[in-house]
């Protein structure tokens, strides 16, 4: 019966090692995965498709860096007002979707290198020879933006630029007001680049962009917790080797139909 006993209680103890070993296998391929908070309707940063999977040029770059890591990567949608808290509290290591960098974000945030600029340009109808080289050409020309976006801010602002356009129209989106610059109604619209040139590579006929910036530039990155250099370094190293090989140029071709990264 001591001999049995004993047998029982190697193998009670076997089992609990191998357990062991399993929850300890677990916990270090947890630790290997990387998740990404984004706002999930920002097309084309990172959106849901027509088959609920979350897709966009954000989520082509994290992917491909997650893969070149070794790591698992996550996509979570989160409430976008709520970003900073959801970092903090670990709910996710990296903020990656199309997040501008300032310098009051950078008291709370370890951002990586920027990687895009985020500008406001003028966009016409393909063909229609609207000569636009800078603002003071929008003098005397219906122009329409997005209500609510930078560009709004920014001529809510400038009261001399937008006296001396015929007509201003604020949009709800901008597909409408894209929409309405095809049709004719309107000379011009001044808006997101990122928006504008994935609605281009679309529809590469009708619409064109004009290298002419309206406003200040702000500058994309992705941002992790304060505390965690670590990762940060991984990510950033291998996404400047993606940059290097071109990679980055590639997909940004791919959402843009032009490589607009930096």
Known sequence: MKKIFALCMMLVLAVTALAGCGGDTAKKDEAKKIVVGLDDNFPPMGFKDEKNEIVGFDIDLAKEAAKRLGREVEFKAI?????????????????????????????????S????????????????????????????????????????????????LTGSMKEVKYYSDYITAFMDLENG??????????????????????????????????????????????????????????????????ISEKWFAKDITK
């Open 185 to 250: 109604r309107i000379d011009a619209v001044v808006g997101d680049e990122i928006i504008g040139r994935y609605y281009i590579s679309k529809h590469p006929d009708e619409i064109e962009a004009v290298e002419t910036v309206i406003g200040e530039v702000s500058q994309f990155g992705f941002a992790f917790r304060k505390d965690d250099q670590a990762l940060r370094d991984e990510v950033q190293k291998v996404f400047d080797e993606m940059k290097a090989d071109g990679t980055v140029a590639k």
């Open 79 to 111: 409430d976008w007002n709520s970003k900073e808290a959801e970092l903090k509290s670990g709910r996710v290591d990296v903020l990656w979707n199309g997040l501008d960098i300032t310098e009051q974000r950078k008291e709370n945030m370890l951002f």
């Open 113 to 160: 290198e920027p990687y895009m600029d985020n500008r406001q340009i003028v966009f016409v109808a393909k063909g229609k020879n609207v000569a636009i080289a800078s603002e003071a050409d929008l003098a005397g020309k219906v122009v329409g933006t997005q209500s609510g976006g930078t560009t709004e801010e920014y001529f809510t602002k400038n009261t001399a």
